[in-house]
């Protein structure tokens, strides 16, 4: 059987809508986070920014803001 040839993700993926590429990363986000996290290894520099964030509590030293204030803070900066 001949191999089907397709073409490359990025060129797929470039010929969607903004809508249609959303639909598309909360797909894989989800098939990733529940089917693959185990085979995953976290970028190295995951954990020192989380032991940086540790230490930052333990002395202390950490602001914390609600959650919809910190969306809203993405919002105004990404919007």
């Known amino acids: 059987m ?6 490359p ?4 993926l470039s010929q969607l809508t903004s809508e ?5 990363f909360q797909f894989l ?3 990733v986070a529940e089917e693959h ?6 970028p ?8 940086e ?3 930052r509590i333990a002395r202390g030293e950490a602001t914390w803001i609600p959650l919809q204030d910190a969306v809203k803070s993405l919002e105004t900066k990404y919007t």
């Open 2 to 7: 001949p191999a089907t040839i397709q073409p």
């Open 9 to 12: 993700i990025n060129e797929m």
């Open 53 to 55: 964030r540790e230490e």
């Open 37 to 42: 996290s185990d085979e995953i290894e976290p």
């Open 44 to 51: 190295a520099w995951h954990s020192n920014v989380l032991q």
């Open 29 to 31: 986000w989800n098939e």
């Open 20 to 24: 249609q590429k959303w639909e598309a």
